[in-house]
């Protein structure tokens, strides 16, 4: 157990829920982010004790400040809000739809990121796990066939990793920076998901391991849910 603070974008449904929802069970006070309060609400008041609704929508400059100011000590940042939109070939695909995604994909992480980094650096133990996902990987199209379907999607998550690597290189050894590839989940987002296809709560796990990595643990990398590192 550990008595870390951490942040979960995103977190008032699906994969960011669980995260925070696993963060709790580790013994961590969690700041579920929602952008809708009502909603983030709803899940604060189901997971109990030890969350707290952070009101934060990651495309907006001031919902990200004013939330910055409400917060006073940070050890892990969960950067876990996504969208995808379309789900087209690039010659499908539209810059509108592109610009929406990589707005919260991407811009949103880096923007959240900024905010919250004098928090973090005052952690004993900074961690930054980014939410991706395998369909980014450029150098794994034989494990992740490269269907050339959702585009868009994928190359907002391929800029997040690249995002990672070079945060990770930036911010040093103290600072554990990581990319995690949370695997096929059922969630609002995956509309083509079957009821075969893994639970929310599966990928948790992973987000965890990359929460709590010891200060020995790697950073720079991208894992997926199950610590299976994976190609850029
Ligand atoms: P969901 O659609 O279930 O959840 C997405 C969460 O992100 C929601 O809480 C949503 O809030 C929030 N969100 C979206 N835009 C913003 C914003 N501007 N500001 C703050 N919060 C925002 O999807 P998942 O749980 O599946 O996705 C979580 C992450 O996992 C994403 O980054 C996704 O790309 C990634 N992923 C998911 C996979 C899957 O199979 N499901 C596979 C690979 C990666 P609201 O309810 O208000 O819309």
Known sequence: MNDSTALVTG????????????LLAAGC?????????????????ELGGGARLLVLDVTGEDSIAAAASRVERLDIL??????SVGAGTP???????????YETNVFGVLAVTNAFLPLLRRSAHPRIVNVSSGTASLNGAGQFPVTGKSAGYRSSKA?????????????????????????????????????SDGDPAEAAAGAVRLALLPDDGPTGGFFSWDGTPMPW
């Open 29 to 45: 006070t969690v700041l579920l982010g929602s952008r809708d309060a009502e909603r983030g609400q709803r899940a604060v008041d």
């Open 159 to 195: 800029a997040l990793n690249a995002l990672t690597l070079y945060y990770a290189q930036a911010l040093g050894d103290g600072f554990k920076v990581n990319a995690l590839a949370p695997g096929l989940r059922r969630t609002d987002l995956n509309a083509r998901a079957a009821a």
């Open 11 to 22: 977190a008032n449904k699906g994969i960011g829920k669980e995260i925070a929802r696993a």
């Open 78 to 83: 969960v950067n876990n809000a996504g969208i």
């Open 91 to 101: 010659a499908e695909a539209t810059a509108d739809e592109l610009r929406r995604m």
